[in-house]
């Protein structure tokens, strides 16, 4: 087991926070298995300010979770069907996120392909938040957790540090009618290996 990263790493604007996640490990404690896979893409979300994050419509019960404490997890159901995993940043009371868009399975794998038959064997396997929510069996049930600790069977440890000619900056994606200059604010990290 590696470092688990400190509140301190969290205490920080989400988009100084989502290029240093990029190789640390997302680790799910499951029916008393680890799993775990290494973070390649994250989206930062900043404050109440950016049309395109959850808070610019004020605290909601929805979001609140992004009000709190950094380094919690911000669960959320979108399209009907889907949960996405969030990890709160900054300090309480500035709502800020970065949502963990895509991961590389590094252990566990029999266990992920159980909660995520489709497409399992495909590189494309967990290239999506949605994707990889299911295969960790991450659901409203981790909203709010510690991942500062194991405590809640979901945490982040410290892992290999991107090397920046391997990340592609982008502005973030699906983000529908949001307004310039939020939709192409360059806030997507995503490590090419």
Known sequence: MNPILPIEFFSRPAPQVAPELLGCLLVRQWQGQRLAGMIVEAEAYQGMEDQACHARVGKTARNTVMF?????????????????????????????????????????????????????????????????????????EQNGTDVCSTDGGLWVEKGASAPLEQVRLTPRIGLGATPEPWLSLPWRWEWKF
């Not at 709502?95 to 590189?123: C, F, Q, S, W, Y």
Request: proline letters at 7%; a positive charge.
């Open 68 to 140: 709190g404490a950094p380094g919690r997890a911000y669960v959320y159901f979108t399209y009907g069907m889907h949960w996405m995993l969030n990890l709160v940043c900054e300090s309480e009371g500035i709502p800020a996120a970065v949502l963990i868009r895509a991961i590389k399975p590094v252990e566990g794998l029999d266990a992920m392909r159980a909660l995520r038959p489709h497409l399992a064997d495909t590189n494309a396997w967990l290239n999506g938040p949605a994707k990889l929510t299911q295969a960790l069996g991450i659901t409203r």
